[in-house]
């Protein structure tokens, strides 16, 4: 079977503080990692994908890889209410498709 | 940008109906997915295709069947709605999957 599984959250953020979300994956020959956001009631939206071990910034998103330890994660630097919103972490596993996690809800207090 | 677009955003539909929910994308992707997400159960892959009237059922194909006659366009039919269908259906495309998805805006249906 193969699995994506993320923390289950919710996790609630003060207004400037970093938030970090963690996804472990099953399959140790997984390629490509992505990071999707979507708002409630809206569709998934890409923002962030990293192929290598190490990091990748974007602004206030970093992504971080560890293909040994089959971790991903993507930290927000400086939160803010408008990066409230449910996180989903996808793997491409196979040739064609992605697997996703559950998601993980993040809520930017103010 | 590539653009995914679903028909409907929201729909009505009674039970026993038959449903047509469809997807173009304009940017000549190869490959074309259908989901369903629901609270707590995630994204949920119906049917994919990987090129022009070919499909691939997906983790929860029952109740559903998929249509791609041009490359474009990927339908989804519900062949006789009932209420466990009523969910949020999303439409995605990708040129090589290591590249990631394209979402559509989701089309919300209902059954009644």
């Known amino acids: 079977q193969k699995e994506v599984e993320q923390n289950s959250g919710p996790l609630s953020v003060p207004e400037g503080a970093i938030a970090s979300l963690n996804c472990t994956y099953s399959d140790r020959g997984s390629q490509s990692f992505f990071w999707y956001r979507q708002y409630s009631g809206k569709s998934p939206e890409l923002i962030m994908f990293?192929?290598?071990?190490g990091d990748k910034e974007d602004g206030r998103f970093t992504a971080q890889l560890n293909k040994a330890s089959q971790y991903v994660s993507l930290l927000i630097r400086d939160s803010q209410p408008s990066d409230s919103a449910t996180y989903l972490c996808a793997v491409n596993m196979d040739d064609y498709k992605l697997s996703f996690g559950a998601g993980t809800t993040v809520t930017v207090r103010a | 940008d590539v653009k995914v677009t679903q028909s409907s955003r929201y729909l009505v539909k009674r039970t026993g109906e038959k449903v047509f929910l469809e997807c173009v994308q304009d940017?000549?992707?190869?490959?074309m997915f259908w989901y369903r997400q629901d609270p707590g159960l995630g994204l949920r892959l119906i049917y994919f295709?990987?090129?022009?009237?070919?499909?691939e059922k997906g983790d929860i194909p029952e109740g559903y069947s998929v249509s791609r006659e041009k490359k474009e366009r990927f339908s989804l039919i519900l062949e006789s709605a009932s209420t466990n269908q009523t969910s949020m259906y999303l439409c995605?495309?990708?040129?090589?999957?290591?590249?990631?998805?394209?979402f559509g805006s989701g089309t919300r249906l209902t059954v009644v």
């Open positions: 940017m000549d992707h190869e490959n």
């Open positions: 995605a495309s990708s040129l090589q999957t290591a590249y990631g998805y394209t």
């Open positions: 295709s990987y090129d022009v009237k070919m499909k």
């Open positions: 990293i192929y290598s071990n």
